[in-house]
Each structure stands twice: as structure tokens, then as C-alpha cells.
């Protein structure tokens, strides 16, 4: 198509040897998959995976441990409550921890595995073949649903077309009310969905999160994965030539081409790919696996279920389309030594780095202390001498149980000979799971062991309950001549 260069509506213009200019276009127009059902050893490994993360993301936050939402990030009050465990903000560091073992964790098993997360685990992945179950139950599998879509609108039409998108709004809502029950108590959240009293807040968020699923799942699909997604991007740079991927068998398959069952393919020149497409059509993101390992791939091996199912038909061996490894595929190894490749470098270094974190994290949280105590000093008044002449100090100290069992506390110091501590409820708190005061503490030392200057002292806080909680935080005493 010829016409002037400013009437060309397009970002790309080629100029033809004529001299005349032509439309290039860059993005070829979006074709809907119709990813056709499969049964198979690998489906029935993705299904578990469904179920087993979708039991965990729905049914945990109605769990109680302590009598308290098992895992619930109450941002309001800064409490982070884990499977027992209660974290505030200054236990940034095992966020940082986690975020590490997470990166590293990737890292190594896209090494190893390649995109097994993205094919059996990911969210995007998960609720897009959930959504597809619901699909196929209402429209019916590939032929019925690309005849249903192709047909004119109709009553029968408009009937299983609504009755599909119901059944993911409401999926996706409940979805959207589950991942704020992470953030708000979801019992608490109910009783107020319940009455319609949830706050603005919750219901933007309920509504986002139950649009990003409907959207996500329901109507882009694979172009999240193929668009949307980074780690689809930058994978390349974790693969080698002995990262598990899924690969079709060029030197078995081809030629390929149509025969009868039983017939002498091979003094045809045909190879035992049949050209059948029925890879192509369970493929959830639409590529041809034929065509060699491409970026959208997500490992789901849905074309090794339907290529073995061809095979055993066929009476052909399986695996023409397999898990393997570059190298295997390209017999520099036997397929049987592919577990031997774990001792390269690279791996070795992943395995010794998430080692360390998760030796360090666990060390730390099983010396935890489940008190936080905070020193302030009093800098209007940095020292002042009482009744008895002996010197005194003022100091602010805030004390935080982050435990879910109430305990008394007594505050003690060290330091400075004779050393004598002063404080409100003479020195003994008691504290609700999770609860904060803030003690207003007075430490007195005699004057001939405070000269002029400053002086470190520890102030120590112990549970009377329990021994083993105790922290011994470190002050400065101002004494004077």
C-alpha cells in the first residue's frame, strides 16, 4: 500500500525499490487461544499444584493460632503475625532475608529447572487454567467453544457467555475478599462484607484484586506471560546448556507427515512426528514447540501429554517432545546423567548461598528474643542531684512483647557500682501479647562512682515468667564532680 509518508498511520515505513512506500507492521494482530484439554502424567501433576496452592492461599487466613489469624499483616498496627511468630518493623531484616532466599531460590531452580515455577506454580498460571476449567465446563472444550465464539449472538449464546463470566466474577471477587483477609482479620472482614460495612479501603482493594484476577485470568491469558511478565525476559541469562527444557526431537521427528497406522513411515522418509497440531492446540500461549525453544514456553509440558497420548496411538515410543537438556539432546551425555549436572558451578554457588541465608535466618530466630526494648534519654535534664546526693539520669524506655503470651517484665541496670534503678510500678510491667508501654526509668549512682563525663551502663529487661526472655541494651550515664 503506496501513499504519502504523512498520511501513513504506522511507526514503521519501508521504501520499496520503486520509490514508492509501504506499511510495516510491527505488532501482529491478537489471536484468541483455545487451549484444547489433556489428560496425561504431567496434567495431573499441574492439577495438584492447583489445588495444593489454592488450599493454602484460601483456607490459611481462616486458621487460628494463639487465637489469632495465623497469618495475617496487620499494616495498621505495623504487627506481622506468622505462624506463631510476631514481627514489627524492626524485624526488617527477615523481610530482607526472605526477599534474598526468594531471588536466590528462582535463580537456582530456573538453572535447574528452567520455567517448571511459570508451568505448574505461578499465579498467573494457576487461575488462568482455573478459569479455563470453568470454560470448558460451560462452553465445552476447543471445537465447541471456537464453533460458539464464531456463531452468530443467539439466546444459547448469551446464556453460556454470561453464565461463564458470572462464574469468574465471583470466583475472582471472593478471590480479591481472600487477599485482603491478609491484611484486614478475614473473619473480622466477613462480619462486615456481611453487613455491608467493609471500609473504602477494603472494598478498592477487594474490587482491584478481584478485576486484576478477572482480567489477568479471563481475558489476557497468555499475554501476560509472553508481555506482562519480566521473568519471561531475562530467564536466558540463568539457562545453560543443561537446563531442563522442553524440547522437541528434531533428529526423530522429522520429516514430518501424515500415515497410515502400521505403515512403513520410515522408507518414506518420514520421521514419527505425524504433524498431527495437537501440540500446538493444548498449548496454552499458542506456540508450535516444533519450532524450538522459544521465550513464551512456560513449561507446563501440556504438548508432552498430547505427544506421548499421539505416540502410544501411534505405537510409537514416547518422548519425541520431552523434558530434557541441550547437551542431552545433543548426546553429549546420555539422558539418564541429566541428575549429574546438578554438580556444576553455578549450581553449587546458588546451593551455598541460599545455605548460608537460611542457616543465618534460622539461627536468628531460634535466639530470637520476643521483646523489643527501645532507650530514650531525657536530654532536658541530663543529670540532676536528689535528696541524698546521689546522681540521677532519666531515661524513656519503650518495651514491646512480640510474643502471644502475656508476660511480666523487671527492668534492672549494671554498670556503675551501687547503681539503683527508679521506676513506675517499681520496675515490674505486665504485657498483653503484642502490647507497647513506654516506662519512664530513673537511674541513681553515688556521686563517687559517677565523676564528670560519661559512663556506660546496661539497662536489662526480663520476663519474670520465663528466663529465657531477656534483653540488655546498652545507656549512657552523665555523671558530675
Known amino acids: 500500500m503506496s501513499q504519502k509518508l504523512n498520511e501513513i498511520p504506522v511507526n514503521v515505513v519501508n521504501v520499496k525499490e520503486d520509490g514508492e512506500l509501504e506499511e510495516v507492521l510491527l505488532y501482529a494482530a491478537h489471536k484468541k487461544v483455545y487451549p484444547r484439554w489433556i489428560n496425561g502424567f504431567w496434567n495431573k501433576w499441574r492439577i495438584f499444584f492447583v489445588f495444593a496452592t ?12 494463639n487465637g489469632r489469624q495465623a497469618l495475617l499483616f496487620d499494616l495498621v498496627q505495623r504487627k506481622f503475625y506468622i505462624f506463631g511468630f510476631v514481627f514489627l518493623p524492626q524485624d526488617f531484616i527477615y523481610l530482607t532475608a526472605l526477599l534474598l532466599l526468594s531471588a536466590f531460590g528462582l535463580f537456582a ?19 488462568t487454567e482455573i478459569f479455563l476449567w470453568i470454560e470448558k465446563w460451560v462452553e465445552g472444550d476447543r471445537a465447541a467453544r471456537i464453533k460458539l465464539d464464531n456463531a452468530p449472538l443467539s439466546a444459547k449464546k448469551l446464556r453460556l457467555k454470561a453464565t461463564k463470566h458470572s462464574l469468574w466474577i465471583v470466583f475472582a471477587l471472593w478471590t480479591g475478599f481472600t487477599f485482603v483477609g491478609y491484611f484486614t482479620a478475614i473473619r473480622d472482614l466477613w462480619a462486615e462484607l456481611i453487613i455491608l460495612s467493609v471500609s473504602a479501603t477494603e472494598a478498592f482493594w477487594i474490587l482491584f484484586y478481584g478485576f486484576a484476577t478477572y482480567g489477568n485470568a479471563g481475558w489476557l491469558r497468555e499475554q501476560v506471560c509472553k508481555y506482562m511478565c519480566p521473568y519471561a525476559r531475562f530467564q536466558s541469562a540463568m539457562f545453560d546448556a543443561d537446563t531442563l527444557i522442553i524440547s522437541y526431537d528434531q533428529e526423530r521427528g522429522e520429516q514430518r507427515g501424515t500415515r497410515k497406522k502400521g505403515s512403513d513411515y520410515k522408507a518414506q522418509g518420514l520421521g514419527d512426528c505425524i504433524d498431527c497440531s495437537i501440540c500446538v492446540q493444548v498449548c496454552p500461549v499458542g506456540i508450535d514447540i ?113 510474643s502471644e503470651k502475656a508476660h511480666t517484665y523487671v527492668i534492672s541496670a549494671d554498670g556503675l557500682t551501687g547503681i539503683k534503678v527508679e521506676a513506675e510500678g517499681k520496675g515490674r510491667y505486665r504485657l498483653e501479647p503484642t502490647a507497647t508501654t ?44
Not at 493454602?56 to 487460628?64: E, S
Not at 563517687?448 to 559512663?455: D, F, V
Open 290 to 402: 516444533r519450532n524450538g525453544l522459544q521465550y513464551e514456553c512456560i513449561g507446563c509440558a501440556a504438548c508432552i501429554d498430547a505427544c506421548d497420548e499421539v505416540m502410544d496411538k501411534m505405537n510409537y515410543p514416547r518422548g519425541l517432545i520431552r523434558y530434557t537438556t541441550e547437551n542431552a539432546l545433543e548426546h553429549k551425555y546420555p539422558e539418564k546423567d541429566i541428575a549429574k549436572q546438578l554438580k556444576r558451578p553455578r549450581v553449587i554457588m546458588y546451593a551455598l548461598l541460599l545455605s548460608l541465608i537460611f542457616g543465618i535466618t534460622v539461627y536468628s530466630l531460634i535466639n530470637r528474643q520476643p521483646i523489643k526494648v527501645n532507650i530514650q534519654r531525657d536530654r532536658v535534664a541530663l543529670v540532676r542531684e536528689v535528696e541524698d546526693g546521689w546522681l540521677e539520669n532519666t531515661y524513656r524506655v519503650q518495651i514491646q512483647n512480640a
Open 109 to 127: 531452580w530456573t538453572t535447574i529447572g528452567g520455567r517448571l515455577w511459570c508451568g505448574y506454580a505461578c499465579p498467573q498460571t494457576v487461575y
Open 438 to 481: 513506654d516506662v519512664s526509668v530513673r537511674l541513681q549512682v553515688a556521686p563517687q562512682h559517677a565523676k564528670a563525663g560519661s559512663h556506660e551502663v546496661h539497662i536489662t529487661v526480663k520476663s519474670l515468667d520465663d528466663a529465657n526472655i531477656h534483653v540488655r541494651e546498652k545507656a549512657t550515664f552523665i555523671g558530675k564532680d
Open 54 to 65: 489454592q488450599l493454602f492461599f484460601y483456607c490459611v487466613p481462616w486458621i487460628q493460632i
